[in-house]
């Protein structure tokens, strides 16, 4: 009996390596269709549920909202006055958002930078992906679920991520008041508490369509 070698193993035809990167780029540019125009059957534009809802303006008592900050900027040195990771790196920045005294939301670390920016969107495709599985728009959404009422606020936690010991680097304060559906720009002056320079925070109805939700991202 002869024994198999690897070149009589079956091999996987030379095809399949070359197609596959063309099925992600038609399932990534077909995942931007869905969450920017939704299907035929469903005018309010992908999966989040219809209702008479502002979508502009200040935000409205007994309205849920997805809340986040879009854009955070630090002063090029910390609370003490010295340089971030006492060298020449960039602080790691993370938030944390703060809700009735609970946490409701913290972002993703990022590195190294004096201005961090988050997109509010983060859907990551899978196998299952390609093979028909639906994306709902609302499971797409990186954001604190907020209940806007009259004098409630938000607490902002800064920090600066090191291996060690995580060094803060503002503590927050925002009114909903002051919020309204889209971004709002925030600014702080430097002192010992805070060496938080900007905040862009950005809010939507939870009940707005998914076109609302991208043309906020591009505002």
């Known amino acids: 009996m002869n024994d198999i070698t690897d070149f009589d193993s079956p091999q996987k035809p030379a095809w399949m390596g070359a197609i596959i990167p063309v099925v992600l780029v038609v399932a990534a540019a ?7 125009e ?4 469903n005018p309010n534009g992908g999966g989040l549920p219809s209702a008479a809802t502002a ?30 990771d006492g060298g020449d790196d960039g602080p790691d920045i993370r938030y944390r958002m703060l809700w009735q005294g609970n946490e409701v939301f ?13 997109s509010g969107l983060a859907v990551k495709l899978k196998w299952s992906d390609l ?24 607490v902002l936690e800064v920090e600066d991520v090191d ?17 309204q559906v889209g971004k709002k720009n925030f ?19 939870v009940n707005s369509s998914a076109r609302d939700l991208i043309n906020l991202m591009k505002d």
């Open 163 to 179: 291996v060690t010991d995580d060094d803060e680097a503002g503590r927050l304060v925002v009114s909903l008041d002051e919020l």
């Open 131 to 154: 093979l028909g599985k639906t994306i709902a728009p609302e499971n797409a959404i990186k954001a604190a679920l907020v209940s806007a009422s009259e004098g409630s606020t938000v």
């Open 106 to 118: 913290q972002s993703e670390i990022v590195g190294d930078s004096l201005i961090a920016h988050w």
């Open 55 to 84: 979508t502009s303006g200040k935000l409205v008592s007994g309205q849920t909202y997805y809340l986040f900050a879009s854009e955070i900027e630090l002063y090029p040195s910390d609370l003490d006055g010295k340089a971030w």
């Open 38 to 41: 939704g299907g035929d059957d």
């Open 30 to 36: 077909g995942l931007f269709w869905f969450l920017n």
């Open 187 to 205: 600014s702080y002056p430097k002192s010992s508490n805070n060496s938080v320079r900007r905040i862009v925070i950005r809010a939507l109805p």
